[in-house]
């Protein structure tokens, strides 16, 4: 849940990008802290993993607006792709105010795809939040992949609840700022209804 700061005058808002493994979460979040203006950008922090993928979950504050007068301040998250990390995806999703989830868009990772989308909605409801009422985004990541199944294929196994659904190329950015201005009006949009 946001939180506010009075005396600085800003809304904190937790995003999470959550996925499968090697579905291109990180390759988001390192391209919007590649080309986020400086000024508007705090340190990318990772923690080592005992796997070859050693970021863990990054963390960005990036400044997107105000709401009634007050700044919002939006902290961006991964989790880690692997289930054996179940208890740090959990942990990461507490507070949470939106979710990008980051699916993979080639034939042979819909397995994994809809498996990590099951956990998100279990590790959500434990949390005690309503997956049909937090914001959340589909991001259709490699689409520029030979394997990457139609879009329409991939919506009608992957969107739940008529979300927005994104297009991208994580690695070259592509849909890539789309996805995170989706989620952030999303959840601005839940800001100014309370």
Not at 16 to 21: A, D, E, F
Not at 43 to 64: C, G, H, N, Q, V
Not at 107 to 113: F, L, P, Y
Not at 184 to 191: D, H, S
Request: charged share 25%; glycine share 8%; proline share 4%.
């Amino acid at each position: 849940m946001s939180f506010i700061n009075f005396a600085a005058r800003e809304i904190n808002c937790k995003l999470v990008y959550y996925g499968p493994g090697l579905g291109g979460k990180t390759a988001n979040l390192q391209w919007i802290y590649d080309n986020a203006n400086p000024n508007q950008k705090g340190k990318m922090i990772s923690l080592a993993t005992e796997t070859d993928r050693t970021l863990f979950f990054d963390f960005l504050p990036l400044d997107l607006g105000t709401v009634r007068g007050f700044k919002t301040r939006f902290h961006l998250y991964t989790v880690p792709g692997q289930v054996f990390y179940d208890a740090s995806r959990k942990l990461i999703l507490k507070g949470v105010d939106g979710v990008v989830f980051v699916a993979d868009s080639q034939e042979e990772r819909m397995d994994a795809n809809l498996e990590t989308l099951e956990n998100l909605q279990d590790n959500l409801k434990d949390h005690g939040f309503d997956f049909q009422t937090i914001p959340y985004v589909l991001q259709l990541n490699k689409r520029d992949l030979p394997s990457a199944l139609p879009v329409e294929d991939l919506k009608k196994e992957l969107q739940l609840k008529n979300e927005p659904t994104v297009e991208a190329v994580a690695i070259t950015g592509s849909g890539i700022f789309e996805t995170l201005k989706a989620v952030a009006q999303l959840v601005l949009a839940e800001l100014k209804k309370g």
